[in-house]
């Protein structure tokens, strides 16, 4: 129930700007265009089970919607999802929070199988509460779902140690496959069961012979599975290879700025505020722990999380939601350590009954700062968003359409309606080009100057474009309006963490001054003209 409170408060956030959140309108555009007939994603960068669940769920709403008479076609039901996109990406955030919770109830599973009821229900609380998975479960995006999918493919590899069944080894591949088929770095979920099919963990003794066939038929099971919900890989081959190399070039090559690899960025800031310092030092601390008490069951836990951050800190692209699913792995490395902490405390002082109340104590202690970050990302998302907000007074003040003038990045710019084409409908955005000192159409063409010009400030040095040379070049023209500020620029004494390179402008911490999504918007008038 916490777990779904922090990941359900705000989840509407933004809406119905397409940029709230970047990478929801590329996800959610694949998923609605499978309604035109083609299952073709045409886009590489991700695997394709996220965006076919989300037809899935599309479709679901499209065949209710037909049964009420909403929508009499296919093709209406395709001009509905752009005319109304906030309400697939709202569905796409729903889905993900569910997976999100449900992650929690995974972890618990996980603990239990591990180290007992007591550690498990600390990890789970561990995950509830962690800032960086709550916020990215507010996203309509793979990465809390490809979690999901690599912890459920975790415990059966637990159960799959515990019993040697064939059973639980197709069913380890098969959600290893699906795994990778939502996010490819996820198919990294392998190595644990590769520790526990060729290793020493399960203490049985198998010839060699046993174990190839039982590698040979998890490695079919992973691959076919991944195939059956990306079946494009395959039949598309050349397309699919190259965004695997876009994707990979792109992670090696870093995101506009250059922060360092990720091997320290994950742990200085990802990690370290995404999760807290406390039971980062925890979770780290716990493998070590558990890795001296029975180093098999200890390479288990840890050959995933260590694999998978050594994979994805040798890139300098690191979005903070790169490092998510490592985030489950430490909270049971982490539960463990705490749980080890209390026992010894209080057996040290002669009082192991208060095992309990020590355990209370420090989670206390360590989750308390946790919790609060993830409340304060929370109360930002529920308030409104600063383009939102620019949006409805510019049509409150235009309600017959405006030439409104933008200028920056494309993720803070205020959007308005569109036709089912998704062309605007009444109020068309043209871009200043700094050269020529005009304002320019989309096909380039030179056009009047507009009745509106918006200027934005990002909170975020990367997508903060300094708009003096247009009110330079401009600004006689123009009569500030209205003035819309989702953060403090000149806090004193802030110290705010962002998620660097993203184009997301909710800080991870550091919440002095931060008044709501988005950036800071100014909104000018030219000067003459009469409002309503």
């Not at 415990?155 to 197709?170: F, K, W």
């Not at 780290?284 to 800190?313: C, D, E, M, Q």
């Amino acid at each position: 129930m916490l777990a779904a409170a922090v990941r359900l408060w705000g989840i509407d956030f933004g809406l119905a700007q397409p940029f709230a959140r970047p990478d929801e309108e590329t996800v959610v555009g694949v998923a609605t265009a499978f309604f035109t007939g083609d299952l073709h994603p045409h886009f590489f960068n991700y695997p394709t089970l996220y965006m076919y669940t989300l037809a899935a769920l599309f479709g679901a709403y499209f065949m209710v919607g037909r049964t009420f008479g909403w929508f009499r076609s296919s093709h209406q039901f395709v001009t509905f999802t752009v005319t109304n996109a906030a309400t697939f990406r709202l569905m796409a955030r729903v889905a993900s929070a569910t997976a999100g919770v449900a992650t929690v109830g995974v972890v618990y599973t996980a603990g239990q199988r591990l180290f007992g009821r007591t550690t498990a229900l600390i990890a789970a609380l561990f995950l509830a509460v962690s800032p960086l998975h709550a916020r990215d479960s507010h996203f309509g995006v793979t990465d809390v779902t490809a979690t999901f999918l690599v912890m459920v493919s975790f415990v059966l590899v637990l159960r799959l140690a515990e019993t040697g069944t064939v059973r639980d080894l197709v069913l380890s591949g098969v959600t290893a496959g699906l795994a990778a088929s939502t996010k490819y770095n996820a198919g990294l979920i392998v190595v644990p069961a590769l520790w526990v099919i060729l290793g020493p963990i399960s203490g049985r003794r198998l010839d060699w012979a046993v174990r190839g066939r039982r590698l040979a038929l998890y490695g079919v099971c992973t691959a076919a599975a991944f195939v059956a919900a990306s079946p494009y890989v395959l039949l598309d081959w050349p397309a699919f290879l190259r965004g695997i190399r876009i994707e990979a070039g792109h992670l090696q090559a870093g995101h506009g700025v250059i922060l360092g690899r990720g091997w320290v960025v994950h742990v200085t800031s990802s990690l370290r505020h995404g999760l807290g310092i406390w039971p980062l030092a925890l979770g780290v601390g716990g493998f070590v722990l558990l890795i001296r008490k029975n180093w098999t069951s200890g390479i288990l836990l840890a050959s995933f999380p260590v694999t998978y951050y050594l994979l994805i800190g040798a890139g300098q692209t690191v979005f903070a939601r790169y490092i998510l699913p490592v985030v489950p792995f430490l909270c049971l490395s982490g539960a463990a350590m705490l749980d080890w902490i209390a026992e010894r405390t209080t057996a040290w002082v002669g009082r192991p009954a208060l095992k309990m109340w020590a355990a209370a104590v420090l989670l206390a202690v360590v989750l308390g700062p946790s919790f609060l970050r993830t409340v304060r990302i929370d109360s930002v998302l529920a308030s409104p968003d600063s383009r939102v907000l620019a949006s409805e007074w510019i049509q409150a003040a235009f309600p017959g359409g405006a030439l409104v003038g933008q200028h920056g990045a494309v993720f803070g710019r205020v959007q308005f309606p569109v036709d089912g084409r998704n062309e605007p409908l009444l109020y068309h955005t043209v871009e200043f080009d700094a050269g020529s000192g005009r304002f320019l159409a989309r096909r380039g063409e030179a056009t009047p100057l507009p009745e509106v010009l918006v200027v934005q400030r990002a909170p975020v040095p990367l997508w903060d474009d300094r708009p003096d040379h247009i009110l330079e070049a401009v600004g006689t023209h123009y009569v500030l309006a209205k003035s819309i500020l989702a953060f403090e620029p000149d806090q004193t004494g802030a110290h705010r963490v962002y998620d660097w390179q993203d184009a997301f402008f909710v800080p991870l911490e550091g919440f002095g001054g931060v008044h709501r999504p988005g950036p800071n918007l100014s909104i000018y008038v030219r000067r003459g003209l009469k409002r309503l």
